[in-house]
């Protein structure tokens, strides 16, 4: 059984820093892309970066690049999201994804393109 947990959430002031983790068990992580998406109230979920099965690639919506980097240790079954100068409008639940498919590139931007998903963990951003 596939399970993905999250941590690192928080309540952070703008322009602050916070670093979510996303355990992965029950699979080879090694093989397979990862992705995090959020969702603020009353809006729908919205992919923020994925990383490639071998991490040659990143990929990031255009409102967190420059400021958030992805990453992966596959000795620890983890991928990383560091934020940096945290904004208001970053404020969400933040839920970490995976495919079905092996070897995947991470150029998937859509929630249904995911079959496996944590349980997300809370960033607040004050102003």
């Known amino acids: 059984q596939v399970q993905l947990v999250e941590s690192g959430g928080g309540l952070v002031q703008a322009g602050g820093s916070l670093r979510l983790s996303c355990a992965v068990s029950g699979r080879t992580f090694s093989s397979y892309a990862m992705a995090w998406f959020r969702q603020a109230p009353g809006k729908e979920r919205e992919f923020v970066a994925a990383i490639s099965w071998n991490a040659d690639s990143t990929y990031y919506a255009d409102s967190v690049k420059g400021r958030f980097t992805i990453s992966r240790d596959n000795a620890k079954n983890t991928v990383l999201l560091q934020m940096n100068s945290l904004k208001p409008e970053d404020t969400a639940v933040y839920s970490c994804?995976?495919?079905?498919?092996?070897?995947?590139?991470?150029?998937?931007?859509?929630?249904?393109?995911?079959?496996?998903w944590g349980q997300g963990t809370q960033v607040t951003v004050s102003s």
């Open positions: 994804a995976a495919p079905a498919a092996r070897y995947g590139s991470g150029s998937s931007f859509s929630p249904y393109e995911y079959r496996y």
